[in-house]
């Protein structure tokens, strides 16, 4: 460990990518643990959940939209053409309150850092079912927000019963002709302004103490896509089928931290706690994106929190220097 960085950023995705960006202009020389491809946690994939989204046309810049893979692909590039170093490698330990900051990393080698950026992410809450990860971006998503507009005039399905599912069903009414709400209870658990704008809305129907057990697909000349779901009643056990062009799970998020293992503040959802331009409790430690905002949790706004956790940073190192 004899070189300490300046800057480690810890994740990828809009807000890592972007930390780098402006970390590297700052002659900052930051290094970025980008994360690794894993089976067992398909959603921790270097570049973050973009590269699980086909079509993303609400970015500026992109009038004709651009694919999740392709747009973090342009973001990694512009970080290394100003000289940021990027390992896929994800950082499994840390000791931030040492001086430097310590992080070891999954090849088991130890790391040193004056200042530390988390960029880690969330990752979305699935059912868990065999016929849902297949069909991810063939019609299912987590995310009304990114993939709405692709289901005009289509009948879709929303799976949840908080705040984030009333949400996304209320949404969904902008292009969907019909929005399914499914349940597992028969009284939705979000709060009742959420809960009474969603019920009250004509294109939305709530189906009640019900479970997707089967997402059903049909072969179309673009490969298999959604055609509907199999569900199961949980009072009665009965079985149902209902036709749907699209799913959209919102049953929450959880934010990667697990490798933190408590050393930094997370709020009741166990998103990291920070206050002006990303800081933590711990001096020369920020985070940005996803890990710590469960509000927007979009790629602009990660990218944003990326930027002023870097320039932050910066100016932190410029006063101790």
């Known amino acids: 460990m004899s070189t300490v960085h300046e800057v480690i950023i810890i994740g990828s995705g809009p807000a890592g ?38 079509e993303v046309e609400n970015y500026p810049g992109f009038p004709d939209g651009v694919t999740g893979p392709d747009l973090m692909a342009s973001f990694r590039a512009q970080a290394e053409r100003f000289g940021t170093r990027i390992e896929m490698m994800n950082v499994v330990e840390v000791d931030l309150e040492a001086t430097p900051k310590r992080l070891k990393t999954s090849d088991g080698n130890w790391h040193e850092a004056h200042a530390v950026i988390i960029c880690t992410g969330a990752s979305a809450r699935w059912l868990g079912l065999e016929s849902e ?9 987590a995310c ?11 009948v879709v399905a929303v799976v949840g019963g908080g705040d984030t599912a009333c949400e996304e069903a209320t949404f969904l009414t902008r292009f969907a002709s019909k929005v ?7 009284q939705l658990r979000a709060s009742k302004i959420m809960a009474e704008r969603a019920l009250g809305h004509e294109k939305i129907e709530p189906i009640w103490n019900s479970v997707v057990s089967e997402v059903v697909a049909n072969e179309t000349q673009f490969g298999p896509r959604v055609a509907g779901l199999k569900l199961e ?7 149902s089928e209902v036709e749907v062009g699209g799913m959209f799970v919102a049953i929450g998020h959880v934010p990667n931290t697990a490798f933190l293992n408590g050393a930094l503040e997370t709020d009741e959802l166990g998103y990291l706690v920070v206050g002006p331009g990303g ?4 001096e020369g430690v920020w985070a940005a994106g996803d890990v710590a905002d469960h509000v927007y949790r979009q790629a602009i706004t990660a990218a944003g929190m990326g930027c002023q956790s870097a320039i932050a940073a910066e100016r932190w190192l410029e006063s101790r220097s």
């Open 17 to 54: 990518y972007t930390a780098a960006i402006y970390a590297a202009r700052a002659n900052l020389s930051p290094i970025v643990f980008e994360g690794e491809p894993s089976m067992e946690s398909p959603d921790l994939l270097p570049g973050g959940q973009l590269m699980l989204t086909t």
């Open 180 to 186: 399914y709400l499914i349940h597992r209870r028969d």
């Open 144 to 154: 009304a927000t990114c993939d709405g507009a692709f289901f005009k005039d289509k």
């Open 233 to 239: 009643d949980t009072v009665t056990g009965e079985a």
């Open 133 to 141: 990860t297949a069909m991810r971006n063939r019609g299912v998503s």
């Open 279 to 282: 800081s933590t409790k711990i």
